[in-house]
């Protein structure tokens, strides 16, 4: 029996990837890296910060990992304004709240992450909202669910979690939950709206 539900926040909770990749555009154009559309989406939950450091690696440069990160998540805040909610996904919480208790664990900062939950009015929905700052290892480590398991108090085999990206979904795995691709459910919400 399921008693516990988290979710990822952006491109789950929100549909923010494509205003994350321009804030990364920006960023690329500024400090004179490349970096590709694939390979963002590839690393959705990752922080910026790890990010930037894997870049560094691959591409011989030597940016600041953590002050790049900064200028990034400031180009975001600066396009909030065109965050708005993932309906489907957003219903299952809305649904849920105060039936079970729910987390969001995201790969963001926490202070980013709060305002993007108040500014769509879902933090009130959620009893724990885990970030990257709140682990030392990220997805696909089961860390962060882990941790928002811990804070909901509940077993996290008894925990269900919801992803948008393949790194989450490994994350939540091997946490030991069960998982829920928000891909599929988007997917079968547009060929119903087609048809």
Not at 11 to 28: C, E, F, N, P, Y
Not at 72 to 87: F, H, N, R, T, W
């Amino acid at each position: 029996m399921i008693k516990g539900l988290i979710f990822d926040c952006d491109g789950t909770l929100v549909d923010s990837m494509g205003t994350h990749w321009t804030a990364w555009q920006k960023i690329m154009r500024r400090h004179g890296f490349q970096w590709t559309e694939e390979q963002f989406y590839s690393l959705g939950g990752v922080p910026s910060r790890d990010i930037l450091r894997l870049i560094n690696q691959e591409q011989g440069l030597d940016l600041n990992p953590l002050a790049v990160a900064r200028e990034k998540e400031a180009i975001y805040e600066s396009l909030l304004d065109q965050v708005g909610p993932i309906e489907p996904i957003v219903n299952i919480a809305r649904e849920n709240f105060g039936r079970i208790p729910m987390a969001v664990a995201s790969g963001g900062t926490s202070r980013i992450i709060r305002k993007v939950l108040e500014r769509n009015g879902l933090i009130s929905l959620f009893g724990a909202i885990v970030t990257s700052e709140n682990v030392s290892r990220q997805k696909p480590a089961p860390d962060i669910f882990l941790e928002a398991a811990r804070q909901l108090g509940v077993n996290p085999l008894e925990c269900r979690a919801y992803e948008d990206t393949n790194l989450g979904m490994q994350a939540i795995l091997a946490a030991g939950m069960e998982a829920v691709d928000v891909r599929l459910i988007l997917a079968e919400q547009a060929c119903r709206d087609a048809a």
